[in-house]
T-cell receptor, first 115, second 113 residues
């Protein structure tokens, strides 16, 4: 299994540009999440999904959209990039059915810089 | 919602000493508490976790304790080694809440020779 994969690894955008960060998992996990990591602030939840077709907002959703058309994929869209969105983005997944299923597995991250 | 506080933000210990990182949580419904280790430029990796029906859990040099009454949980690393140097995050979740993990702000552990 590849686990959780993310593309691209690095990205530089200009203010106002849009882009999609890709996330995929091959573990048949129901739950998938997007976090951003900023220095001194830990990981903050942006959006999450409990299954295909179901998404909800996390702690810091503004400026981001998500969709979940398949179990495997959970892309994160930046609609109009702003310098405040400069961060490292992690995708994570879990079975989400309680017990050991709560363990979240993280992708390798995407380092995004908005100029 | 849940709020997780983590202390200290930085911790420096000598090789062979013990390190303790403490977290508090606010939501009494939280019942799963994982700890993640993140090396520079890498993804967070689960190192140990504990559920609310257990007070302590050990895995070799790492242990986690949980005090549900006080809403405290702690990570203990004994006989620290240079490879333990990393940022450690605690987290809390109420299972059944769509796996919405809330993370602490992290502790940078430096193990010196």
């Amino acid at each position: 299994n590849a686990g959780v994969t993310q593309t691209p690894k690095f990205q530089v955008l200009k203010t106002g540009q849009s882009m999609t960060l890709q996330c995929a998992q091959d573990m048949n996990h129901e739950y998938m999440s997007w976090y951003r990591q900023d220095p001194g602030m830990g990981l903050r939840l942006i959006h999450y999904s409990v299954g295909a077709g179901i998404t909800d907002q996390g702690e810091v959703p503004n400026g981001y959209n998500v969709s979940r058309s398949t179990t495997e994929d959970f892309p994160l869209r930046l609609l109009s990039a702003a310098p405040s969105q400069t961060s490292v983005y992690f995708c994570a997944s879990s079975f989400g059915q309680g017990g050991r299923a709560d363990t979240q597995y993280f992708g390798p991250g995407t380092r995004l810089t908005v100029l | 919602g849940e709020n997780v506080e983590q202390h200290p933000s930085t911790l420096s210990v000598q090789e062979g000493d013990s390190a303790v990182i403490k977290c508090t949580y606010s939501d009494s419904a939280s019942n799963y508490f994982p700890w993640y280790k993140q090396e520079l430029g890498k993804r967070p990796q689960l190192i140990i976790d504990i559920r609310s029906n257990v007070g302590e859990k050990k895995d070799q040099r790492i242990a986690v304790t949980l005090n549900k009454t006080a809403k405290h949980f702690s990570l203990h690393i004994t006989e620290t080694q240079p490879e333990d140097s990393a940022v450690y995050f605690c987290a809390a979740i109420a299972t059944g809440t769509a796996s919405k993990l809330t993370f602490g702000t992290g502790t940078r552990l430096q193990v010196t020779l």
